[in-house]
């Protein structure tokens, strides 16, 4: 877990380093016609600005989903821990849908509606959820399930800021 943190901080310096030298939002640029177009902010920092919100929605995601999934009504199992499935299903369903509409959520001077940015985020959140499941297999105890969870908020917050 300190690893994953540690990375996520390491990945997050450029950004930051970037955000110190940035113009005002409203700030304008003139072009070589004379036209004034809005200026964007970097892309690191738009990136990591969706990142540390695709990540943290995706912890939120994973609870909120499970803890929906075992609200709702389920057949009696005669099982040790009834709803458990449904825990797992609504914890994988959370973790991937929330960082997708969070992550959108800032428009960042993006030319792509709002719709477009959550499609892009689900679908890329699919991916790194995938991508991060596989890549916590390889560590011990519950690795799977915070490489998936991370992947997910990390792929959403890709998907989302790559949308121009």
Request: proline share 6%.
């Amino acid at each position: 877990m300190t690893r994953a943190l540690l990375v996520l901080v390491l990945a997050l310096m450029p950004a930051a380093a970037t955000a110190q030298h940035l113009e005002p939002v409203g700030a304008l640029a003139v072009g070589a016609a004379g036209s004034q177009t809005p200026l964007r902010p970097p892309m690191t920092r738009q990136l990591g600005v969706r990142a540390l919100l695709g990540v943290g929605s995706a912890f939120v995601g994973a609870y909120a989903g499970a803890f929906a999934a075992v609200s709702l009504p389920h057949s009696p199992c005669h099982c040790e821990d009834p709803g458990f499935d449904q825990a797992i299903y609504g914890a994988m369903v959370g973790a991937v849908l929330l960082p997708a509409i969070v992550s959108a959520l800032p428009a960042m001077n993006s030319e792509c509606s709002f719709g477009k940015r959550v499609m892009l985020g689900a679908i890329t959140g699919i991916a790194g959820a995938a991508a991060g499941g596989v890549a916590g297999s390889s560590i011990d105890g519950a690795g799977v399930v915070f490489g998936y969870v991370g992947g997910a908020g990390l792929g959403a917050a890709l998907g989302a800021g790559l949308c121009r």
